[in-house]
């Protein structure tokens, strides 16, 4: 058994392995190591590190999914639309004068309307 590549972590307060090969890798993808749980090796010295800053981590997050969107490739049109809602609602209140409550259900359900209209993507 080779121990420089043996791995360890920490679950609730207790210290369990050693494990080689995919073992971690495999555990993570059961569910039973997290980002958070504290693994060790002999490599790290006297320290331990979070799974998710270990080299395991990086090599099982790149295969099982895509790296982050760039934020130019997000579309927060719908958070504007729920922004900008109630001030329009509350603009056509005070331009029309609005005072029953139907009136008032139907200008933001058309304000909605209108606004998603306006949402090009």
């Known amino acids: 058994m080779d121990t420089a ?10 210290r369990l392995g050693p494990f080689s090969g ?12 997290g980002p958070r749980t504290l693994s060790w090796r002999t490599s790290f010295g006297t320290n ?28 927060n049109t719908f958070a504007w639309m729920f922004v900008a809602t ?12 609005v005072e029953n409550i139907d009136a008032e259900l139907i200008f933001y359900g058309l304000s909605y309307f209108l606004l998603a209209l306006l949402d090009k993507r």
């Open 22 to 33: 995919d073992k971690p890798i495999e555990f993570r993808e059961a569910g039973k190591i």
């Open 86 to 97: 109630p001030i329009v609602g509350a603009v056509g209140f005070a331009l029309f004068q």
């Open 48 to 75: 331990w590190c979070h799974y998710a800053d270990t080299e395991l981590a990086r090599t099982a997050t790149s295969a099982e999914q895509p790296p982050p969107l760039p934020l130019a490739g997000i579309n």
């Open 5 to 14: 590549s043996d791995w360890y972590y920490s679950d609730k307060g207790t």
